[in-house]
């Protein structure tokens, strides 16, 4: 152990080559950081470093190859000793990479007491996955999946020493099944290779089971679900890639590995879709009725057209401007202390999420679930070319900001939007704005409701007896007969529900606090972060 002049410990300390010169490396115990340091006074281009214990991959012992040990002093060396540290390396926009950094000694002990040094402080790191089960669908998006496992995360997950058992998926609900059957303790964690419908098969997987092994009746929509301590992680392989996006802040395979392997963990709220006491389904990112549910269910039929579908049928449901009659029940989120206008998004290690959570809880331990029944219910009937409920603000690639930018990961709350009837201009407008900064809130047509459960019924299920719902029923995505070109639809929407069809009109929601947790750390402030790693700030730290 070293001390330093201020009377701070350090680990070790040590002058190591790097490169051809000498640096002073260190090991920081109490920050929780690896620096390595040009001891020569700085100058521009100078290269000081430093990388917090959590983001080290993996050290290595390294073998110096005859041209490594042919540079600089090293060369009069008999027989150099070296390792290797990998680590994460922040770049733009959310981005992570694997880099690495070998150190070279003379000295064999105080080469091998760093390697000691690090490992320990690797295995000390209990949030990290050992043993995962990976599920691979290997017709995801553009059908990279399996090629993107295989070049780019397994060798990840090796170095890091990190086993898996993989599935490649050879039908759909193979992995939810699969992991109905699975001895589910054996693992730290369970790995998605897909979009967003992959992603909520694992996760109908995991938290089916964990209901199961509990003895709770998934079909009781009021049901206290039980948490789910198993963490997802997805590596994005699919065509919208919403929850990886949102949770991130990029969809990309190696930060992904990346977030997995260092052990991140993000809770994540999730909605119960129930229809006359019978489960349907869960929903994380969007559930949407209207506009996002017919893309969604014209897209099916193009799925050999990629994720370029989702433009193709947007463009068409856009153009067939199709709106829909019903009546909305909501409970307004209460124990939330944001609102779907703020200006503020949630970002790691989000305030609001932890403050909402907690007020929940103790709400709950003074009155009880059932007492949350009888809280007020606000009623809106209505012409509605969308009605979407988010549990995340929805970004992907094609909307960086998302359906409700200021939505929270953990809250237990829900943005219920809704989009009004209204000319083809306006409505796109609205979805003009999803793509750039202006407000999508900011119009006479929208509202938008932060809620904590909610129910729909469409007008046509409302007037079940009427004659006008039996020519729906039979002639199911016909026009209006009185007004052809008035677009109002006599059939119903469906419901798009993270990316898969759920054709019931009438659905009970309801949003369950923080029910599960990801390989994630929530988007982080962009360029704060970056300024941390900046050359001057190092020098404070040494
Ligand atoms: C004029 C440009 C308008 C761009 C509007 C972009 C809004 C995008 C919002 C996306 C919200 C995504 C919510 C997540 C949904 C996913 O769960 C789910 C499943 O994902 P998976 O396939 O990876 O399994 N994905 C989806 O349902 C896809 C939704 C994508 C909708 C794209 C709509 C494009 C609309 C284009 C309209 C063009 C009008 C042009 C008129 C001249
Ligand atoms: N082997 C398979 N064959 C066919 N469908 C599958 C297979 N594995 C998973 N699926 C299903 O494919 C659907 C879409 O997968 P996803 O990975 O989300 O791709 P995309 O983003 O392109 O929609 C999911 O609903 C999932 O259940
Ligand atoms: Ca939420």
Not at 358 to 384: N, S, T, Y
């Amino acid at each position: 152990m070293e001390q330093l002049p201020g009377g701070r410990r350090l680990r070790l300390a040590s002058s190591l080559g790097l490169g051809q010169r000498c640096w002073e490396v260190t090991l920081d115990d109490e920050r929780g950081l690896l620096a390595w340091r040009d001891p020569r006074p700085p100058r521009r281009g100078a290269d000081n470093c430093f990388v917090p214990t959590s983001e080290i991959i993996a050290v290595e012992e390294t073998e110096l190859n005859k041209k490594q040990r042919s540079i600089g002093k090293w060369q009069k060396m008999a027989k150099p000793h070296a390792f290797t540290v990998y680590y994460v390396k922040k770049a733009r926009n959310h981005r992570w990479r694997c880099r690495d950094v070998t150190f070279w000694c003379a000295d064999e002990i105080l080469c091998n007491q760093w390697i000691q040094a690090l490992k320990e402080l690797l295995e000390m790191q209990t949030c990290r996955p050992k043993q995962l089960l990976v599920y691979i669908n290997p017709y995801g998006g553009k059908r990279q999946g399996k090629r993107i496992y295989e070049q780019k995360v397994a060798p990840l997950f090796s170095l890091a020493s990190i086993s898996t058992d993989v599935v490649v998926t050879e039908h759909a609900n193979h992995a939810k099944d699969n992991l109905f059957e699975v001895n589910i303790n054996k693992y730290d964690g369970v790995v998605c290779v897909g979009g967003d419908g992959m992603f909520s098969e694992v996760m109908h997987g995991l938290i089916g089971r964990m209901q199961k092994d509990s003895g709770i009746d998934q079909n009781n929509p009021k049901a206290p679900l039980v948490q789910c301590n198993i963490r997802i992680g997805i590596i994005p392989a699919g065509s919208t890639d919403c929850v990886c996006y949102s949770t991130v802040g990029i969809s990309d395979p190696v930060t992904s590995a990346l977030h997995i392997i260092i052990g991140d963990c993000q809770p994540l709220d999730v909605s119960s879709v129930h229809q006359n006491n019978t489960f349907l389904k869960y929903a994380v990112s969007l559930l949407g009725y209207g506009f996002y549910g017919d893309v969604l269910k014209d897209s099916e039929k193009k799925r050999w057209m990629g994720p370029m579908r989702y433009d193709y049928s947007g463009f068409k449901t856009f153009l067939s401007h199709h709106y829909y009659e019903g009546t909305i029940s909501f409970q307004p989120a209460k124990h939330t202390l944001g609102s779907p206008r703020d200006k503020d998004s949630c970002r790691t290690g989000c305030y609001i999420c932890k403050e909402s959570e907690r007020q929940l809880a103790e709400q709950r331990k003074k009155c009880g679930f059932k007492h949350e029944d009888e809280e007020e219910w606000k009623v809106i009937k209505g012409k509605f070319l969308a009605i979407n409920v988010v549990n995340m603000c929805c970004a992907c690639p094609r909307s960086p900001k998302g359906l409700s930018p200021a939505a929270h990961l953990a809250d237990g709350s829900a943005d219920l939007i809704l989009v009004r009837k209204c000319s083809r201009f306006d409505f796109l407008r609205y979805l003009v704005r999803h793509t750039n900064k202006d407000d999508q809130f900011d119009f006479s047509f929208v509202d938008v409701y932060r809620v904590k459960s909610f129910q729909f019924t469409s007008k046509l299920s409302e007037d079940n007896e009427s004659s006008v719902t039996d020519i729906g029923k039979k002639h199911f995505g016909q026009f209006c007969r009185d007004h052809p070109a008035c677009c109002c639809n006599i059939a119903n929407s469906t419901w798009n529900c993270d990316g898969e069809t759920l054709d019931s009109s009438a659905i009970e929601v309801r949003v369950h606090c923080q029910l599960m947790k990801l390989f994630a750390r929530g988007i982080e402030e962009n360029c704060k972060d970056e300024a941390a790693y900046s050359h001057s700030s190092v020098e404070q730290l040494l």
